[in-house]
């Protein structure tokens, strides 16, 4: 049987979440550098696809291929290991303090930072012949798209904040629903299919996705947009990342440990 039992593929979150934490610096940043420059990757090719055939839906369609790449490739994003390792403090795995926490997710996101921004800058000078045209329609709807994620939430206040930072927990319940698809399974087909349904619904519905707003945005300014850097970290990246950090923990890696690893038998006798 390809597919694994819950006790089975939680543990093997637990088991993952461990590994990460006792990864070395030099493989952690690499890994993270890659899986942030294939999201980014894949975002621009989504984009490009919804705007060219004008069918969002079927950007959202494809965009999963990036996801499954570096999940395939074991290249961590930020989201995923935001929902991981806590899981290795959470079982008291040997080790695993909130210091290599905090050490694992500081080296995963300026990994993933590295890798989006380059990625950015990459596809800048492609669409623009070497800064040398406008873009074209792609810049545009990319500028378009920044512009409205940022300004536009700025425009509702604290209630814009707020929909920015549930946008981003219900986007790492999704992707986090994902990197726990590519364990439910033991061959690469099964992986695929249970990681592409939620990745498609996260992207296809605008859920903030941290990782693919370090590429976004900057993209977006260099094509355009008319916000500002603090506008981008203040009315979108900030939210997003603590909605995925929230997400991610509370939607999906506690609910599967505590009721799959630390079980509870409720039968009464007589």
């Given at each position: ?211 693919v707003n370090m590429f976004l945005f900057p993209f977006s300014m260099i094509m355009g947009g008319d916000?500002?850097v603090m506008d981008y970290l203040v009315w979108n990246e900030l939210p997003t990342v603590l909605g ?27």
């Amino acid at each position: 049987m390809s597919y694994l039992e819950p006790s089975e593929f939680v543990t093997k979150m637990v088991d993952s979440g461990e590994s990460k934490i006792y990864m070395s610096t030099k493989d952690t940043i690499i890994r993270a550098v890659m899986a942030g420059a294939i999201l980014a990757l894949a975002a621009v090719f989504a984009i490009t696809v919804a705007t060219k055939t004008g069918s969002p839906l079927l950007g959202a369609v494809l965009f999963p291929v990036g996801f499954i790449m570096l999940y395939l490739m074991k290249f961590d994003l930020l989201t995923g290991v935001f929902m991981l390792v806590p899981l290795a403090i959470l079982d008291k795995r040997p080790g695993a303090t909130m210091n290599q926490l905090y050490r694992n997710w500081s080296l995963v996101f300026v990994g993933n930072l590295i890798g989006a921004l380059t990625v950015a800058f990459i596809m800048s000078f492609v669409f623009t012949y070497g800064f040398n045209t406008d873009g074209g329609a792609i810049a545009a709807k990319v500028a378009s798209i920044g512009e409205a994620r940022t300004l536009g939430y700025q425009q509702h206040g604290l209630d814009g904040w707020l929909t920015i930072f549930l946008r981003g927990m219900l986007c790492n319940w999704m992707v986090s629903m994902g990197v726990v698809g590519a364990m439910v399974s033991t061959s690469a087909t099964g992986k695929v299919a249970a990681m592409w349904m939620p990745i498609m619904l996260f992207f296809y519905m605008g859920f903030e996705h941290s990782i693919v707003n370090m590429f976004l945005f900057p993209f977006s300014m260099i094509m355009g947009g008319d916000f500002t850097v603090m506008d981008y970290l203040v009315w979108n990246e900030l939210p997003t990342v603590l909605g995925n950090l929230v997400g991610g923990i509370v939607f999906v890696a506690l609910p599967l440990y505590y009721t799959h690893i630390k079980t509870s038998d409720e039968r009464k006798i007589g």
